[in-house]
């Protein structure tokens, strides 16, 4: 079973300035890693799929690489819209299901 | 437009059935590459994935949760069914249903309901 390691758990930075999340798998993965927005209260929002695409209307701060089992979220410079969980999750072709990270609540430092 | 409404019981007691329904709008369950899943999410805890149906009829679960669930469809009423048996309190979520599309987007969720609370509580 694949296990999605997120870090930091909380990642506290200013507006403006440049946000790394991590996201690190148990095993070498296939390109089928996304990222999730979640605000409060809200159902999660698509970002990145693919490792490195961005969804339809997602802006161009928000960017996603692969290196082995090592991928990363970068948001360029932050809104105070972007504050809120973010999961990686990955689709496994066989057997087939996800498996989502445990979070990183960024929050405004 | 693609929308995904779920509906379901609010409270539900230890060792009853769930069922939820998932109703779409703007795309074809029948369609190649055209998925639902559903996710749920304890308060203030992680998305946990339970289970997917395909374009195929295929269906897939969460390993840990296989023999508690089935899901369903019926495509002539744009709609997707999930059962979760044995309710225990643990199960108490927020249940989402997404649109997931394979191929080019690897099963990415790209579309979701806005959720249904479901407590179990005696």
Known sequence: ?109 | QVTLRESGPALVKPTQTLTLTCIFSGFSLSNSGMCVSWIRQPPGKALEWLALIDWDDDKYYNTSLKSRLTISKDTSKDLVVLTLTDMDPVDTATYYCARALGSNYYYAMDVWGQGTTVTVSS
């Open chain 1, 1 to 109: 079973e694949i296990v999605m390691t997120q870090s930091p758990a909380t990642l506290s930075v200013s507006p403006g300035e440049r946000a790394t999340l991590s996201c690190r798998a148990s095993q070498t993965l296939s390109s089928s890693l996304a990222w999730y927005q979640q605000k409060p209260g809200q159902a999660p929002r698509l970002l990145i799929y693919a490792a490195s695409t961005r969804a339809p209307g997602i802006p161009a701060r928000f960017s996603g690489s692969a290196s082995g089992t090592d991928f990363t979220l970068t948001i360029s410079s932050l809104q105070s819209e972007d504050f809120a969980i973010y999961y990686c999750q990955h689709y496994n072709n066989w057997p087939p299901g996800y498996t989502f990270g445990q979070g990183t609540k960024l929050e405004i430092k």
